[in-house]
């Protein structure tokens, strides 16, 4: 089974930019998406940034032009560099994986592996 593990979160005042790791224990396959979604103290979960087996990206409209999702294939990481961050932006945020096509990826229930998640906090 694989296992997703988070890394490159922490505080930072805002304004300021931190960049988060997801990486992969094993090949992914032919066919996948790898995302990143948030979720603050009593809100839910919320999916941000994806990418496809294809290269295809989608963004939630609140982080579009501040965060930039790629990815490292021949390491089997994936990134979030995020920018201009916002007391808003503070929550644990979490990598998911769906093996396969997904049809709303931005949507949680698409997923099928998810990582421990990492905290990110902004302060003022």
């Known amino acids: 089974q694989v296992q997703l593990v988070e890394s490159g979160g922490g505080s930072v005042q805002v304004g300021g930019s931190l960049r988060l790791s997801c990486a992969a224990s094993?090949?992914?396959?032919?066919?996948?998406?790898l995302s990143w979604f948030r979720q603050a103290v009593g809100k839910a979960r919320e999916g941000l940034a994806t990418?496809?087996?294809?290269?295809?990206?989608t963004y939630r409209d609140a982080v579009k032009g501040r965060f930039i999702i790629s990815q490292d294939r021949s390491k089997n990481l994936l990134y979030l560099q995020m920018n201009s961050l916002e007391p808003e932006d503070t929550a644990m945020y979490y990598c998911?994986?769906?093996?396969?096509?997904?049809?709303?990826?931005?949507?949680?229930?698409?997923?099928?592996?998810w990582g421990q998640g990492i905290q990110v906090t902004v302060s003022s």
């Open positions: 094993e090949y992914l396959g032919s066919r996948w998406c």
């Open positions: 998911g994986l769906s093996r396969g096509y997904a049809r709303r990826p931005l949507s949680v229930t698409e997923y099928d592996y």
């Open positions: 990418i496809d087996f294809d290269g295809r990206r």
